[in-house]
């Protein structure tokens, strides 16, 4: 049983450069999600998509950019990465159109440290 | 706006006691669904229990149960019993169900049970 797979779990980056991070989930859930975590600040969204081929911006979602070109794959890229996106990153999946409680399964997690 | 707030940053309760973690939220949206995530300090989040703004009881999962209390928009919520391996961070989470289907989280709750 896979559910939401994310990579790299850890990256250390320099500022400046540009850094993908990978999610894919096996759940065939129309929804996905981008949340940073910091301490103090709990979950922020960053980005989200309802459905292949749509995105939406979160609350956080500058500096950041995503696509769905499939229901599967959603990534997360950093063009040019700064030292306030060092963080967790976790990708999310739900089932929001299927009568269930909608639910979010994560992934777990990426730790990117920025310098 | 939407918006999750969660007051209290830390809480401790004494081992088969009860505890509350509250839990107020706000949003136009006349549908949206409110959940409960634990995360333990392994990282992973685990999604404990879910409450639908149309329901007319009060949801329960176990030891788990939520008190909602739509008119004063809070939901707490109430972890019967207390155990050891309930020391945890809590997070309060929104989905609107309408439109965008956003879904945030407080800045979360750090429980700690004592022996």
């Known amino acids: 049983i896979a559910g939401i797979t994310q990579a790299p779990t850890s990256q250390i980056l320099a500022a400046g450069r540009r850094m993908t991070l990978r999610c894919t989930q096996d759940m065939r859930h129309n929804a996905m999600y981008w949340y940073r975590q910091d301490l103090g600040l709990g979950l922020r969204l960053i980005h989200y998509s309802n459905t292949a081929g749509t995105t939406g911006k979160g609350e956080v979602p500058d500096g950041y950019s995503v696509s769905r070109a499939n229901t599967d794959d959603f990534p997360l890229t950093l063009a040019s990465a700064v030292p306030s996106q060092t963080s967790v990153y976790f990708c999310?999946?739900?089932?929001?159109?299927?009568?269930?409680?909608?639910?979010?399964?994560f992934g777990e997690g990426s730790r990117l440290t920025v310098l | 706006a939407q918006k999750i707030t969660q007051t209290q940053p830390g809480m401790f309760v004494q081992e088969k006691e009860a505890v509350t973690l509250d839990c107020t939220y706000d949003t136009s949206d006349p549908s949206y669904g409110l959940f409960w995530y634990k995360q333990p300090s392994s990282g992973e989040m685990i999604f404990l229990i879910y409450?639908?703004?149309?329901?007319?009881q009060n949801a329960t999962e176990g030891r788990y149960s939520l008190n909602f209390q739509k008119a004063r928009k809070s939901a707490n919520l109430v972890i019967s019993a207390s155990q050891l391996g309930d020391s945890a961070m809590y997070f309060c989470?929104?989905?609107?169900?309408?439109?965008?289907?956003?879904?945030?989280f407080g800045t979360g709750t750090r429980l700690k049970v004592l022996a």
């Open positions: 999310a999946s739900s089932d929001s159109f299927g009568g269930s409680t909608g639910e979010l399964f």
């Open positions: 989470a929104m989905r609107e169900s309408s439109g965008t289907y956003k879904y945030i």
């Open positions: 409450q639908g703004s149309y329901d007319q």
